[in-house]
């Protein structure tokens, strides 16, 4: 049953071959017996698990049931799920039990979804390896067996590799810069990053405020529909989302690609792309030629300015999210504190770790009065001018595909002491952010062994144009099936 997709055990519940119960026992022995070797999940919450599966099961008993009644999956650490620890990664909210659910959570579990957990994360979702979380490094699925321990990416590396690694089907995961496509690329899984106000922010815990998205991960197009069929919607409590009819996601996935206008931004295709990662991408366009879309060059001039403009942006909004972890309200305290200001400095000294004290200096600095017009205001200029590229590119085709990141996974640590070519993970990947378009990354090859991620990006909110595409692109390739030795 592991193997098997959130589409089709859906229909092995609803045909009654196996129960919930059945279910959810299997995946939570895999992830007891498997784990250990990559350290994909925070929390496993077993009992609440196998207490949510007897339900479901009593509800399709009753024939109230939804696509999602019974079917297992996870949230990454950064859904606030009540009365289960959030903890973001980090040693600052280890002790933290939200008192309330995140939006998606509660929609989640609305539908009659399964939580098996919460996964790993790099911590407040800082990071592109998976590297920086409180609760130890992830190691991918992918590259093990050739006695390699190899990154998943980050920051949602927890998901994708519980994915990758037949844990769970499919899991929820969020995107400021990347963390949602990279980590899925590199794990070789299908994830999508939905337009900026598509997914209520409620209660995922902020990092860059005006960047964040939640969004879907599994192995196929058509389960990431199904997620996202469950996440999307206007939330009155979060005032960024977007008041827009949602549609359902399954229902033109099996429209014809004949005559879609795919467009290749030639920034993305550069020399810091490797040659070999290259040739995977231009094969899986020709598929798409192949499947009736035609093929053009685009531009997006400023793209190349998107790493330095996040660079600034991301840290500010994190400097000012951070702040109210003081030691006073939740979290983690320092011991004995002397007086209120050795509280907030101890309590933060001990509780980050030092690539988010890193991200807080980079945020204060270009926040602070001398340097505000210097680096905040220009760098949201510039993001003007990069949202404009992208609104100029599609009025020319209605995709872009490009790769994912500039290189498949590597060897754990090997970028850790040098934050600069860690950041460039993400050239690819920023500018989506930054200009707020929905994006998706679609197995689509290997190099060395290692899976390849193309990046399919769309105009705003339309996310059905990118499942419709992956999902044909998976009618015709198997790279989504390929499972890691
Ligand atoms: N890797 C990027 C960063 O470190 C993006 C992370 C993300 O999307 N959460 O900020």
Request: proline letters at 5%; aromatic letters at 8%; charged letters at 20%.
């Amino acid at each position: 049953m592991h193997n098997k997709s959130v589409a089709e055990l859906s229909r092995e519940l609803e045909s009654g071959k196996i129960s919930s119960v059945e279910l959810t026992r299997e995946f939570l022995d895999r992830i007891k017996a498997e784990d250990k070797q990559y350290n994909s999940f925070i929390a496993v919450t077993e009992d609440q698990a196998m207490a949510d599966a007897k339900a479901a099961d009593e509800q399709r008993a009753a024939g109230n049931a939804s696509v999602w009644t019974g079917v297992p999956f996870a949230h990454k650490d950064i859904f606030c799920t009540k009365g289960v620890a959030t903890t973001a990664g980090s040693k600052m909210l280890a002790n933290f039990v939200p008192p309330y659910d995140s939006t998606v959570t509660a929609n989640f579990r609305a539908a009659g979804a399964v939580c098996l957990g919460k996964t790993n994360m790099d911590e407040f979702a800082m990071g592109s390896s998976n590297e920086s979380s409180f609760f130890g490094p992830v190691t991918n699925p992918w590259g093990l067996s050739a006695g390699e321990k190899r990154v998943p990416g980050g920051s949602s590396g927890g998901s994708a590799a519980a994915i990758a690694a037949r844990l769970v089907p499919a899991a929820t995961a969020t995107d400021t810069g990347g963390s949602i496509r990279q980590p899925a690329a590199l794990c070789g899984i299908t994830g999508l990053k939905p337009t900026y106000g598509r997914v209520s922010r409620y209660g995922i815990i902020a990092f860059a405020s005006s960047l964040d998205q939640g969004g879907t991960m599994a192995r196929t197009a058509e389960d990431n529909a199904l997620m996202l069929n469950v996440m999307a919607g206007f939330d009155p409590k979060d005032s960024t989302s977007v008041d827009r009819a949602v549609p359902d996601y399954t229902a033109t996935l099996n429209e014809p690609l004949k005559g879609l206008r795919v467009g290749l931004p030639k920034e993305y295709f550069s020399d810091q792309l490797s040659p070999a990662m290259e040739q995977q991408i231009r094969n899986a366009v020709k598929e798409y030629e192949k499947l009736g879309a035609t093929v053009k060059e685009v531009s997006l001039p400023h793209a190349k300015l998107a790493i330095a403009a996040y660079y600034v942006i991301a840290p500010a909004e994190a400097s000012a999210n951070l702040s109210r972890f003081d030691g006073v309200r939740y979290g983690y305290r320092c011991e004995n504190p002397q007086d209120l200001n050795d509280l907030y400095t101890r309590t933060r000294a001990e509780g980050f770790g030092d690539e988010v004290k890193r991200r807080i200096l980079v945020g204060t600095y270009a926040l602070s009065a001398g340097y505000f017009d210097a680096y905040y205001l220009k760098a949201q200029k510039v993001r003007r001018l990069i949202q404009q590229d992208f609104i100029n590119a599609f009025k020319e085709v209605d995709v872009l595909m490009s790769p994912v990141s500039p290189s498949p996974a590597f060897v754990q640590g090997a970028n850790t002491n040098d934050p600069v070519t860690m950041y460039l993970e993400d050239i690819f990947t920023i500018a989506v952010n930054l200009a707020g378009v929905p994006a998706m990354s679609v197995p689509a090859g290997f190099v060395d062994g290692l899976p390849v991620g193309l990046q399919i990006i769309g105009n705003y909110f339309d996310e059905a144009r990118l499942l419709n595409a992956a999902h044909q692109f998976q009618q015709v390739t198997d790279w989504h099936q390929k499972l890691p030795q």
